[in-house]
């Protein structure tokens, strides 16, 4: 991951585009920070952070496929942008979909000062407990969809481990790590697509 540090990541962009695929990864790993922080600026009523931080993570993936070097956006302030829109349009799109604990929120965000501090919409316990069911469905299905080794390697990576933690705990090696979180990623859009 080191060979990259120093180089901006419009460059890097640049490069991908070219054909380096290893960069999607480390601009992936190196945003995975950020993704967090957004995810954990959200209390979901029914749900979980890991909800968001999933959605925060296809919104960094939408960043990183779509980015345009000729605008005058700098790759980090889109990536921003791509994560806050997609957590909020998934917290949006849960009023009008089954998988309903991203519904209801309150948001701890403070670093929009055009949002108000908090929100709250609760609903009713029986729509919370069949929400909090439709997230455990979606969950099993993408655990039974994923082999034992790649549902570790998930469990570790959502948890905030680096693919050389990941390999250390596991004793593989960096290179099978990130072959797993490609299968990973692969599979979650097979599984959210038939959704």
Same mark, same amino acid.
């Given at each position: ?9 419009? =460059? ?5 585009? %070219?054909? *380096? ?6 601009? @992936? =790993? ?9 995810? #954990? ?15 925060? @993570? ?7 496929? &779509? ?13 921003? @942008?791509?994560? &806050? ?11 009008? /979909?089954? %998988? /309903? ?21 609760? =609903? ?11 997230? /455990?469905?979606?969950?099993? #299905? ?6 034992? @080794? ?14 050389? *933690? ?18 990973? #990623? ?10």
């Amino acid at each position: 991951m080191g060979k990259f540090d120093e180089i901006s990541d419009e =460059e890097l962009i640049a490069r991908l585009r %070219h054909g *380096e695929t290893a960069i999607e990864d480390y601009l @992936m =790993e190196k945003y995975k920070g950020l993704v967090r922080q957004k995810a #954990r600026a959200m209390f979901l009523i029914g749900g979980d952070t890991d909800d968001l931080i999933q959605e925060g @993570m296809i919104g960094l993936f939408k960043a990183v496929r &779509d980015f345009q070097q000729d605008k005058e956006a700098s790759f980090a302030t889109f990536a921003r @942008m791509c994560i &806050d829109r997609q957590i909020y349009s998934a917290i949006q799109n849960s009023n009008r /979909q089954k %998988h /309903q604990p991203l519904n209801s929120y309150v948001s701890l965000n403070q670093e929009d000062e055009n949002s108000p501090i908090w929100e709250l919409s609760v =609903e009713n316990p029986e729509a919370i407990i069949i929400d909090q069911e439709n997230t /455990q469905d979606l969950r099993k #299905r993408i655990s039974d969809y994923l082999s034992p @080794m790649e549902n570790r390697v998930l469990d570790l990576y959502l948890k905030g481990k680096g693919y050389v *933690e990941i390999a250390g705990v596991l004793n593989k090696s960096p290179k099978s790590i990130d072959n797993a979180l490609q299968r990973i #990623r692969a599979k979650i859009r097979e599984v959210l697509e038939r959704a």
